[in-house]
Every structure is written in structure tokens, then in C-alpha cells.
């Protein structure tokens, strides 16, 4: 999904890659201005959205020790029965306010506690906020304020060209519950991607490095659909995500992975060799 905020923001901030390292700072020209209404607008129009009602929990750090790695998981506690259809992250001053859109297949479960983790990086001092839309089509969230700053801008202190070594690998792991009868399990994908957004400067040349990163995500679960995930360059360096499905013959994922390049990754959970 396409913001006209977003668009805006991104041409701001290609004004600003081709101005000086001072200019940079000059991002966050409206630190205190809700942009909210805004992205709610664009993203959901006028559709009512229900907050800080239980249906779905935001967890962030209460103290952040870096702001380009800053971990955050969202979860449908077992009170919730309906099944999701999407999961919309957003982070209001970042360059580019929405981390990722996740929706959901039939493999994604139902019952039990659900969720979804990964690590972001946050731009200026804002609200975090997960919409969570259950399939009768009722929108949900829950908010968080970040007290962090410059995770998109801070300057790569490794070379680029090391960086970017072995770009693509894909591990997939399962877990199972500690009960048999839990209907549900949890996934783990892990990325090695620099995931850069075209605002970090490269130590050795003091240049800005090029935009690359991971747009899309699609993982099923013995070949159904647990989610597909669009992101945006508000994911950090080495896309970590954490997730539940629903329990199934086999339990086994299979990853696929496209970035802004075009270049495609893969990944399973499988045995190698298995079929």
C-alpha cells in the first residue's frame, strides 16, 4: 500500500541524501506534529479503529540502547478468537511511517496467543502503532511512544562491500509448544540482508549508500499461506522476524524473499535433503 504521505516523505528525504551531512538534521523539521490523522486517513480511510481494547498488545523496550535495532513484538492474546486477516505497523516520524502490512492465510492459526516480532529502526522520537484487522473486518490498536532517535540515518560503520558478503541467506527454524494440544507454533525467519535506505553514510567514503532492502516476505506452512509481509526500509539491518502458525501435518516453512533489487532468496525449515 502506497501513502501520499509516504511519497512525500521519501522526496523529502531525496532532498535531503543530495544536500550536506548538516542538512540531515533538518529531517524532523516538525517534531511535534501528529501525523497521525494523516496515515490513518490514507491508510484505512474513515474506517472506525478501536483502541487500547485488548485485542491486540504492543510490547517495546522501555529503555532503547540503540535506535537502529529497536525490537518490538505485537501479540493477539487468547482471549481472541477470530481469525486475522492483516497486521499493519506503523512508526508516526520515521521517513517512512509504515514498518510492514502482514497479511494473513489460512495457515496462521487461530486460538492460543498469537504474534509477531521483529526489529525496527526509529527515526525520531514517535508513537509506535500495530492496527490489527480481524476477519469480520473490525480494526484494532495499540500504541507505544519510542523514546529513541537517528536509527535511520546512523552512519555504517562497516564496509559495505563485507556487508553485503553472503546477502540472502535464509534460516528458518519451528518450534514447538511445550503442550502437544497447543494448536499453536512459532517460526522464526532470519535475513542477511544490510537492508540499507539510502540515508546511511559509509564510514570510509563518507558517501551515502545506495538503497537496497527487503520489500517482500511470503512464508507457508506445508504449503498454505501463514502471511505475506510487505515491508519498507524501517526494518533494521538483518531482518529478524518472529512469528506463530497454526499447527499442521508437518509443520514445515518455506520462505521466500524479494528485495528492492529484484534479487529473490529462499529458505525452508526442511531437514536439507528432505522432500
Same mark, same amino acid.
Given at each position: 500500500m502506497t501513502y501520499a504521505f509516504n511519497t512525500l516523505s521519501r522526496t523529502l528525504c531525496g532532498a535531503v541524501l543530495a544536500a550536506s551531512i548538516g542538512a540531515l538534521a533538518m529531517v524532523p523539521a516538525h517534531a511535534d506534529e501528529d501525523v497521525w490523522p494523516i496515515l490513518r486517513e490514507q491508510a484505512f480511510g474513515d474506517r472506525p479503529i478501536t483502541e487500547e481494547d485488548g485485542a491486540v498488545v504492543l510490547e517495546t523496550p522501555q529503555k532503547i540502547e540503540d535506535a537502529a535495532i529497536v525490537p518490538i513484538t505485537v501479540r493477539i492474546p487468547p482471549h481472541v478468537k477470530d481469525k486475522v486477516k492483516s497486521l499493519s505497523i506503523f512508526i508516526d516520524k520515521n521517513p517512512d511511517p509504515k514498518v510492514a502490512t502482514l497479511t494473513f492465510g489460512p495457515a496462521a492459526g487461530s486460538g492460543g496467543e498469537r504474534s509477531f516480532a521483529t526489529r525496527v529502526r526509529v527515526d525520531n522520537f514517535s508513537h509506535a502503532r500495530a492496527v490489527l484487522e480481524l476477519e469480520d473486518g473490525s480494526l484494532h490498536m495499540a500504541t507505544k511512544f519510542l523514546s529513541a532517535a537517528g536509527g535511520c540515518a546512523a552512519m555504517q560503520a562497516k564496509d559495505p562491500d563485507a556487508d553485503t558478503a553472503g546477502m540472502g541467506k535464509t534460516i528458518v527454524r519451528t518450534f514447538a509448544p511445550a503442550l502437544s494440544s497447543n494448536p499453536i507454533w512459532q517460526g522464526q525467519v532470519m535475513i542477511k540482508h @544490510?537492508?540499507?535506505?539510502?540515508?546511511?553514510?559509509?564510514?570510509?567514503?563518507?558517501?551515502?549508500? @545506495?538503497?537496497?532492502?527487503?520489500?517482500?516476505?511470503?512464508?507457508?506452512?506445508?504449503?498454505?499461506?501463514?502471511?505475506?509481509?510487505?515491508?519498507?526500509?524501517?526494518?533494521?539491518?538483518? @531482518?529478524?522476524?518472529?512469528?506463530?502458525?497454526?499447527?499442521?501435518?508437518?509443520?514445515?516453512?518455506?520462505?521466500?524473499?524479494?528485495?528492492?533489487?529484484?534479487e529473490k532468496f529462499s529458505g525452508t525449515s526442511k531437514p536439507q535433503g528432505g522432500s
Amino acid at each position: 500500500m502506497t501513502y501520499a504521505f509516504n511519497t512525500l516523505s521519501r522526496t523529502l528525504c531525496g532532498a535531503v541524501l543530495a544536500a550536506s551531512i548538516g542538512a540531515l538534521a533538518m529531517v524532523p523539521a516538525h517534531a511535534d506534529e501528529d501525523v497521525w490523522p494523516i496515515l490513518r486517513e490514507q491508510a484505512f480511510g474513515d474506517r472506525p479503529i478501536t483502541e487500547e481494547d485488548g485485542a491486540v498488545v504492543l510490547e517495546t523496550p522501555q529503555k532503547i540502547e540503540d535506535a537502529a535495532i529497536v525490537p518490538i513484538t505485537v501479540r493477539i492474546p487468547p482471549h481472541v478468537k477470530d481469525k486475522v486477516k492483516s497486521l499493519s505497523i506503523f512508526i508516526d516520524k520515521n521517513p517512512d511511517p509504515k514498518v510492514a502490512t502482514l497479511t494473513f492465510g489460512p495457515a496462521a492459526g487461530s486460538g492460543g496467543e498469537r504474534s509477531f516480532a521483529t526489529r525496527v529502526r526509529v527515526d525520531n522520537f514517535s508513537h509506535a502503532r500495530a492496527v490489527l484487522e480481524l476477519e469480520d473486518g473490525s480494526l484494532h490498536m495499540a500504541t507505544k511512544f519510542l523514546s529513541a532517535a537517528g536509527g535511520c540515518a546512523a552512519m555504517q560503520a562497516k564496509d559495505p562491500d563485507a556487508d553485503t558478503a553472503g546477502m540472502g541467506k535464509t534460516i528458518v527454524r519451528t518450534f514447538a509448544p511445550a503442550l502437544s494440544s497447543n494448536p499453536i507454533w512459532q517460526g522464526q525467519v532470519m535475513i542477511k540482508h @544490510p537492508n540499507h535506505n539510502g540515508m546511511q553514510l559509509d564510514i570510509n567514503t563518507a558517501k551515502f549508500i @545506495p538503497a537496497r532492502y527487503v520489500k517482500e516476505v511470503t512464508v507457508e506452512r506445508d504449503g498454505e499461506l501463514v502471511f505475506k509481509l510487505d515491508s519498507t526500509f524501517s526494518v533494521s539491518t538483518n @531482518p529478524n522476524f518472529r512469528f506463530t502458525f497454526a499447527k499442521g501435518d508437518h509443520n514445515e516453512l518455506d520462505v521466500s524473499v524479494v528485495d528492492t533489487d529484484g534479487e529473490k532468496f529462499s529458505g525452508t525449515s526442511k531437514p536439507q535433503g528432505g522432500s
